[in-house]
C-alpha cells in the first residue's frame, strides 16, 4: 500500500509506461510533470469531460492517518521460562490457542527433581521407620500403664509404680508425636521446595514409594499462547524461555507519526483503525475504535517519528498480535487550504494535480499534502487558495502530458 512522503524533494522527471495502443509493446519513457503546460482544443475539451473545482481555505474535521501495527500490552505478556535442566516430555498447547490459569502446558523430566524426590523418600523411610519402633513402644508403654492403673485401684500395686508406668506412657506419646512432626514438617518442607519448580508431587512420592521426575508448566494467566519455543524431546537448560502468553482482551495499535503532526497528538483523543489491504481487510471486523493512551515524548533521531499507542478492546479476540493496520485519529477542526480529494494524482510517492490557468490550458502541479478527510486533502504546497483544479478528466491530461513528452 503506498503511503504519502510529505517532505520529499520532487524528481524532475518520471519513469512511467505508455499506453498501450493497437497491440504495441511496452516501453518506458520519462516525462516531465514540473510546471509542464497543457492545452487542449476546443474539441478535445468537449471530449475529456473535464469537472474543476477551486482551492480554498475551510474548517474542517480532520484525521491524521498512521500507519500502525497491533501488537499485545507488555504488561500482560507472560514468559515462561524452563525452571530446570531438563527434557521436554509433553507439549499440550500450540501457538493461537486459548487457555486458562493453571491449565498444564508442558510436562518436563528432570533429573533435579528426581534428586529431590530421591533425598525426600530416604528421609521419610527413615522417619516412618522410628514413628513405628516408637508407636510399638507407645502401644506398649499404654498397655502398661494401664495394667498398673487397675492394680492401684484394687490396692494390689503401689503409688509409685502405677505413677512411674502413666510417666512412661507420656513420655512414649510425647516421642511419638514429635515423630508424626517431623514427619509433617518434612512433607511441607520437600512439597514447599518442588513447589518452586512448579512439579514433582510429594503426594505421588509417598503413595507410590516412588519417584515421579517430572515438572509440570502451567499458565500463570489466562490468554492465547502467543509463542511455543521449545519441542517434545528436547533437552533444555534453566531459564530457557518455553513459552508466551498474552491476555488479548485489550490489545495495543501502535503506530509511528511524522514529525509534522507530534504537536497535534495528545492523549485521550479518539481512534479508529482499519487493516491494511488483504483478505481480512472487509471479513474480520466492521471497526475498530479506541483512544489513545500513550504518546511518545520523544522523537526517534533516526526516523522523525513519534510513537502512540491506542488501547483497542478485543474481547473475541479476533485481532492478532503483528497484524498491520493504519491509525486514524481525529485532532478536531482547524482551518487550512484544502482541494477535493478526486484533483489529486497519484505516481508512485509523488501527488500532483491539474490546475487550470487560463481556458483549455492546465499545469500540472507537483504537490506537498497534509491531512486528509473523506473529501479534502489539506495542500500544504504547490497550489494557492482560488486556483482552479481538475476533479474529473485528468486521465485525458495525463494521456496530452505522455504525448508531449514522446515529441
Known sequence: MQRIKLTIIFLLTITILPLFLCGCNKKEDDINIKNKIITLSLEQEKNAKIKTDFAKNMELDMTITIPAQFRAQNTLVDKIYAPLNGKIEKIFVEPGIVVKKGQEIALIKTDEIGAIQLEFLEKILDIEGSIKEMTAQYNLSKQEYEREHTLYNEKISSLADYQKARAQMEKDKAALNSLQNKKSALVNVYRQRLAVYGGGSIDTVLKTRKIYPYVSLKASKGGIVLERNINENEFIEKDKELFNIADLSTIWLVGYAFEKDASKLTKGEKVTGKL???????????????????????????????????????????????????????????????????????????????????????EERKLEIGHKNDKYTEILSGIKEGEEVVVEGAFSLLGESIKNSEK
Open 276 to 362: 491494511e489491504e488483504g483478505e481480512n481487510k472487509n471479513t474480520l471486523f466492521d471497526k475498530i475504535e479506541g483512544t489513545l493512551s500513550y504518546v511518545s515524548p520523544i522523537l526517534d533521531n533516526t526516523t522523525k517519528t513519534l510513537e502512540v499507542r491506542a488501547d483497542i478492546e478485543n474481547k473475541d479476540f479476533k485481532i492478532k498480535p503483528n497484524m498491520y493496520a493504519e491509525m486514524f485519529v481525529d485532532i478536531g477542526k482547524y482551518e487550512t487550504l484544502v482541494i477535493p480529494n478526486d484533483s489529486i494524482e497519484q505516481y508512485g510517492d509523488f501527488s500532483f494535480a491539474y490546475v487550470k490557468i487560463k481556458p483549455n490550458t492546465y
